[in-house]
T-cell receptor
Framework: QKEVEQNSGPLSVPEGAIASLNCTYSDRVSQSFFWYRQYSGKSPELIMSIYSNGDKEDGRFTAQLNKASQYVSLLIRDSQPSDSATYLCAVNPNTGNQFYFGTGTSLTVIP | EPEVTQTPSHQVTQMGQEVILRCVPISNHLYFYWYRQILGQKVEFLVS????????KSEIFDDQFSVERPDGSNFTLKIRSTKLEDSAMYFC????????????FGNGTRLTVT
């Protein structure tokens, strides 16, 4: 069973702060990692993809991957109230088509 | 930007009835998926479809479920005899290829079984 674990939260940060979201996964052969944002009642929306160890930055978002520790994180700088959502970590092993999702971390940005 | 479209957005049906959920994946994508999300729970994999056949399916995807790509654009999920516990949001997703590209989700169909 391939597991993806996230802190369910809720995580609350003040507006302008850095939000840090964490994810661990069990399958060592996993190669592709994704962060999705899901607003209540809506579908998951892709924020970041990361495939190599290290950091990947896109605007206010930075994804960090450490395959040795089987750990992927998402940092949101200058958090805005509109960032309040559930953030889903997803992992895709190179073997097989299935994406494995964590339970999601609920983030609230307080104005 | 191309997107995955799903219809209907909300479907109400009685227990024991058949429902068909419809999806139009992004046109150049090769892999198609159905996921479901029961209210307040995680996104759960149902089935993946490639080259006109099922490539993977989960334990949830039992004999009550079937998928079809009846033409070059539509991808459908059929539930033959709905149960109360089938009430959930059903998401269709597609991806361009294997080994890296992300999933792109449709807006979902909320299925309510009464």
């Amino acid at each position: 069973q391939k597991e993806v674990e996230q802190n369910s939260g809720p995580l609350s940060v003040p507006e302008g702060a850095i939000a840090s979201l964490n994810c661990t996964y069990s399958d060592r052969v996993s190669q592709s990692f994704f962060w999705y944002r899901q607003y209540s009642g809506k579908s998951p929306e892709l924020i970041m993809s990361i495939y190599s160890n290290g950091d990947k930055e896109d605007g206010r978002f930075t994804a960090q991957l450490n395959k040795a520790s089987q750990y992927v994180s998402l940092l949101i700088r200058d958090s805005q109230p509109s960032d309040s959502a559930t953030y889903l970590c997803a992992v895709n092993p190179n073997t097989g088509n299935q994406f494995y999702f964590g339970t999601g971390t609920s983030l609230t940005v307080i104005p | 930007e191309p997107e995955v479209t799903q219809t209907p957005s909300h479907q109400v049906t009685q227990m024991g009835q058949e429902v068909i959920l419809r999806c139009v994946p992004i046109s150049n994508h090769l892999y198609f998926y159905w996921y479901r999300q029961i209210l307040g729970q995680k996104v759960e994999f149902l089935v993946s479809f490639y080259n006109n056949e099922i490539s993977e399916k989960s334990e949830i995807f039992d004999d009550q479920f079937s998928v079809e790509r009846p033409d070059g654009s539509n991808f459908t999920l059929k539930i033959r005899s709905t149960k109360l516990e089938d009430s959930a949001m059903y998401f269709c997703a597609s991806r361009e290829g294997q080994g890296g590209p992300p999933l792109h989700f449709g807006n979902g169909t909320r299925l309510t079984v009464t």
